[in-house]
C-alpha cells in the first residue's frame, strides 16, 4: 500500500477531518491521514498470522487485527482423537464407545455368577471374552484335609497323611479304625494296624458299643492271641455287658500265631452301651493276663 499525502489547503486536497479511521484501523508498517490529525500518521493495525489445530472440546480466541486469508485453525480429525483396538464383541452389550472416529455399539457375551464344585476334571467356568455379571464361587469342602486323604496321595494340591481303613458296615475294627461305639476300653493301644495288649498285669478289654445285632450269627476276630501261660496255649474270649458274661468260648493259641476266632452270638438281640470284649489266658483253672504280644487286626460281625 503506498504512502498517503495530502496537499494544501490552497490546493483543494482532502480535509482529514473528513476521515473516519483512526490509527488503529491503519495497517502497522502503513500511514494514513486520520481523522483528528493534520499530518498522515503511522497505522497500529497488527498484521495477524495466526494457525493451528484443534481437539475436540477446545477453543481459539482470534485475535484482533489483520488477517490476509492465507491461515487458517484446523480441528483434528475425530478418528486422530479416538484411537483404539476395541471391537463390537469387547464392549458390554448396549453400551457404546468412539473408536478411530466409528461410534461402536458393544455386543460382549455375558454370563451370569453361580457356585460350582471341583471334581475329577477340569470345568471351564467362565469361558474367554465373557463379561460377568455375578460372582463365580468355586466351592470348597471343609472335609478337604491331609487327615482325611490316603497318605501320600495329592488332591487339589494337598497330600494326604491318613494311614486308616475305611469300614464297612459290619466292621467293629479294622487295620487301626474303630466303628462308631467301639473302642480300646483297657490295657490296650491303637496303632495304624492294630490293637496290641500294652500290660501284663491287667485284661485286655475292648468295648464293642451298642448296636443291633438281630442280623448276624457271629462275631468274629482276627489275631494273634498269645497265651501268657505257654504250657496249657489256652484262652478265652469273653463277651460281657452290664449284667456279666453272656458269651464266651475256649481257644487254642500259639506264640504269634495269626488266626480267625469266631464266637456265637445268634441268640443276641443287642449289645448295649455297656458291652465289651475281654482277653484272658486260662492258667491253673483260672484267668489270668494274656501275653502282651497279643494284636488284634479286625473285628467284625456276619
Known sequence: ???????????????????????????????AGVNGYDDP?????????????LNCGQSSIILPGYHDGTRSITANSLASQTPGTASAANIYPG???????????GTMATQGGGTYTAGTADKTVVPANRFVTGNVVVKGDANLTAGNIKKGVKIMGITGTWEGWVLTSTDLFYNGVFAPGAGCRSSCILTNSWI????????MQITLGARDVRSYSHLHIYGAITPYNSVKKQSTIDLYNYSG??????????QNKWK??????SQLI??????????SDISKGEYSDISVHTKISHIWLS
Do not use: R
Open 270 to 279: 443287642y449289645f448295649n452301651n455297656d458291652c465289651y470284649m475281654k482277653l
Open 95 to 105: 453400551k457404546t464407545a468412539w473408536v478411530n472416529g466409528n461410534k461402536v455399539t
Open 196 to 203: 496290641y495288649h500294652n500290660s501284663s498285669a491287667s485284661l
Open 1 to 31: 500500500m503506498s504512502n498517503i499525502y495530502f496537499a494544501g489547503s490552497g490546493g483543494g486536497g482532502v480535509d482529514p477531518d473528513d476521515c473516519t479511521a483512526t490509527p488503529a484501523q491503519v495497517l502497522e508498517g502503513h500511514t
Open 245 to 254: 458274661v453272656f458269651s464266651s468260648i475256649v481257644i487254642s493259641t500259639e
Open 260 to 265: 480267625q476266632y469266631d464266637i456265637d452270638i
Open 41 to 53: 500518521v503511522e497505522g497500529t493495525m497488527p498484521y495477524q498470522k495466526q494457525e493451528g489445530t
